[in-house]
């Protein structure tokens, strides 16, 4: 994903002079590929990652395109008082690049780790929230989210995630996407649990059920009359997310079932409201908090049993 950013924005840079690139001291191996072409629109902050957001707020008031990269909790919860005054409330044309969704970094512990993020920044005027679920979408959200000229946050995998580009779906900001149609109930996924969910829809499917996919790889904001039409006529719902309980997808879904009046089952399957005990791989957190692909099968199907 990181790759299929910088390969992005290098396309966009070439065209428009107004691109800047900031980091705190992050990005080797592939950000060179930026500096080296545009060594005067790169600026390695250091370690000093809310500076590095005022530079970039400086930057936008000057009519510069400005895109952060850096580790999520490094450039979400240790700069959000950057974030919420310097770009939301002055609605500036920065673009944040958060990279480790999840338990992305799951071997540097729980400093590292990105569950957080989406509830914090949800609650933030202004906001763009973008989640894209392999290459194909990352590459496609950069492109369409730099004629946004507002706070936009991308939120990335480390990996690359299991490809999509077979489905045949637009990807468009602010709607969410159908992947797979079905009748006996919805699986809502976004980011790096999307290519999980597919295999979830796939085991479900051998077993006599068949599920609709909705990827929502726009968080905020989000097509509310279009989402609802897409779950008209279902009475069974699950979210599955790599991110806390609380304030991420599941939370925005039953907002929006809550108000809609909608009654049925719906289930909220994401990382427990606490902090984890333990360190280790993406795989082993997610099997670990019930997130791989034949966890989040048995939860559903236990749900569909009773």
Aim: glycine share 8%.
């Amino acid at each position: 994903m990181r790759n299929a950013f910088i390969k992005t924005l290098i396309k966009l840079a070439e065209k428009d002079g107004n691109i800047y690139l900031l980091t705190g001291d992050l990005g080797f191996s592939f950000l060179e590929k930026f500096s080296e072409k545009f060594p005067d629109r790169f600026i390695n902050c250091g370690l000093a990652e809310q500076n590095m957001l005022g530079v970039a707020a400086g930057l936008a008031l000057e009519g510069k395109k400005v895109y952060v990269y850096s580790i999520i909790p490094f450039i979400i919860m240790r700069c959000l008082e950057q974030i919420r005054n310097d770009i939301c409330y002055q609605n500036l044309n920065v673009k944040i690049i958060g990279v480790g969704a999840g338990f992305s970094y799951g071997n540097l512990g729980v400093t590292h780790y990105a569950i957080e993020d989406i509830a914090v920044l949800r609650s933030l005027s202004n906001i763009v929230i973008l989640s894209p679920a392999d290459l194909r979408e990352t590459e496609e959200l950069i492109l369409k989210s730099y004629k946004l000229e507002k706070p936009t946050y991308v939120r990335l995998g480390r990996k690359e995630e299991k490809k999509l580009s077979d489905l045949n779906y637009q990807i468009e900001i602010g709607k969410p996407s159908v992947l797979v149609d079905g009748k006996d109930g919805v699986l809502i996924s976004t980011g790096n649990q999307v290519g999980i969910s597919l295999e979830v829809v796939e085991k479900l499917k051998k077993l006599g059920y068949s599920f609709k996919l909705i990827n929502l790889s726009t968080l905020k904001p989000i097509d509310r009359k279009l989402l609802l039409k897409e779950l008209e006529g279902f009475n069974k719902i699950f979210t599955v997310e790599e991110h806390n309980i609380i304030g991420g997808l599941g939370s925005l879904i039953a907002e929006i079932l809550a108000e809609s009046n909608w009654q049925g089952e719906f289930k909220i399957i994401a990382v427990p409201d606490e902090y984890p005990s333990e360190v280790g791989s993406q795989d082993y957190l997610r099997k670990k908090y019930q997130l791989d692909a034949e966890q989040v099968s048995n939860n559903i199907l236990k749900r569909l049993k009773n």
